[in-house]
C-alpha cells in the first residue's frame, strides 16, 4: 500500500472518524483505522462494535493494499506535521509516513482482525440535514444518559410515507417532534442518541443537505449514508415508552408568555436554584408569572414576567429550570405556551414558532 496525500486531506478524514475510535477498545483491534486503497479510491474505517465510521480520503493511488494503523499514535502524527505532501507507504508491516523533513514508522496491527461492517437492505429513507439539527436541540436534551435504562437513551423514529416522528425522553421530561406525519407509521426504530448526536454533527461538517437511513437487519444496525460516508449505529432494542399516554390532551390552566423573557429569567433564577436541585417555582396569577427558588445560604431569587395571558384557575407549579432551560433556548422570539392541569401533572409547554414540537416536562413535588 502506498499513497501520496496532503495533511490538511488526512486531517478532514481523521476528524470524521474521531467518535468512532474508542479510547477504552474492547478489543485491541478496534483502536486501529483500516487503510483500504484500490484504483477506485481510498478509504479509511473505524468502529467500536456499536458505532463505526468509513469515510473517503482524497489521495493519489501508487500502489493498493490495507492496513490496520494504530488510530490515536497515527493522528497524534498527522496532527504534529504543517501543511505539506505526505507519502503514506506499508512495508513490512509498518507504516511509514515521509514528507521532505519528516519520517515516522508505525507498527501495523492485523488488518485480518478488523471487523466487517454490514451490508445495508431494505428501504432507504432520506433525511433532510436541517431536521437532524431540529432534531439535535429539540429531542436529544430530553435523552437520558443512564446506561441501565437503553431505551431511554435512544430516540424513537418513526416513519410514514409523507413524513417522521422523532420522540425522546428520560421519564421526567418528554420531546416529540412531528413534519407531515399524515399517514400510518410504517417503519420505527431506536437510534442511539449519541450516534444521532453524530451523524448530525458530520452532515453539517461534510456540507450535506440531506442524509439516507437504511437497515442492515440481520446485524441489526443502522446504516446512514452522508455523501461518501457511511456511518454505521446498532440499533437499540426494547419498547419505548407509551408517549402518547404522557402528552396531556387537555388543561385546567393555560398561559402565554414572551420566550425570550421567560428565559431570561429562568437563566437568573438558575444560578440561585444549583444549591436547591435546580427548582425553580412559578407562579401564575394576575396576569403574572412569579418565578422564585428556595432560600440557600447563598441567597433568593424572585423575578416576575407581566403582562402574561392566563386563561384558567392560578397555580403553582415547581420545575428543575435545567430542563426548561435546555429547550427553552430554542424559543427565542417566540411565544411560549403552558398547559397546565394539576400541580404535579405533566405539564404541555409549546412554542409559536415550533409549531410541530411538543415539550412534556414534569413539575417537581417540593417538601414544605
Partial sequence: ??????????????KTLQKAVPSKPSLPILQSIRFEVTK????????DLYFGVIAPLSAEVVTEGTAAIPGKLFNTVIQSLPDESLTLEVDKEQLI??????????QCMAVDDFPEFPEASGEVRPLKTST???IADLVLPSISKDVT??????????????????????????????ENMTGDVQSTLLFPAKALSEVSRLAVLLEEDEVFLSIA?????????????????????????????????????????????????LQRAAVFARESSSIVQFSCLNSQILITTPTTPSGHFEGVLDDISIDGDEITVNFNAQYLLDIFKQFSDSEVKFAFT??????????????NFQYVVMPFRVAA
Wanted: hydrophobic content about 40%; proline content about 5%; charged content about 20%.
Fill in 1 to 14: 500500500m502506498k499513497i501520496i496525500v496532503t495533511t490538511s486531506e488526512l486531517r478532514q478524514a481523521l
Fill in 40 to 47: 477506485t479510491g481510498v478509504t479509511l474505517a473505524a468502529t
Fill in 97 to 106: 509516513v515521509s514528507s521532505k523533513a519528516t519520517k515516522s514508522t508505525i
Fill in 132 to 134: 437532524l439539527m431540529k
Fill in 149 to 178: 435504562r437503553p431505551v431511554l437513551t435512544s430516540v424513537l423514529l418513526e416513519f410514514c410515507k409523507t413524513g417522521y416522528r422523532a420522540v425522546g425522553t428520560d421519564g421526567f421530561r418528554l420531546s416529540l417532534l412531528e
Fill in 217 to 265: 437487519q440481520k446485524d441489526k444496525q443502522v446504516c446512514v449514508q452522508i455523501g461518501a460516508t457511511w456511518i454505521f449505529s446498532r440499533l437499540i432494542e426494547g419498547e419505548f415508552p407509551p408517549y402518547s399516554q404522557i402528552v396531556p390532551s387537555g388543561s385546567s390552566t393555560s398561559l402565554t408568555c414572551d420566550g425570550t423573557q421567560l428565559f431570561d429569567q
Fill in 342 to 355: 394539576e400541580p404535579l401533572k405533566p405539564v404541555l409547554c409549546t412554542a409559536s414558532n415550533l409549531q
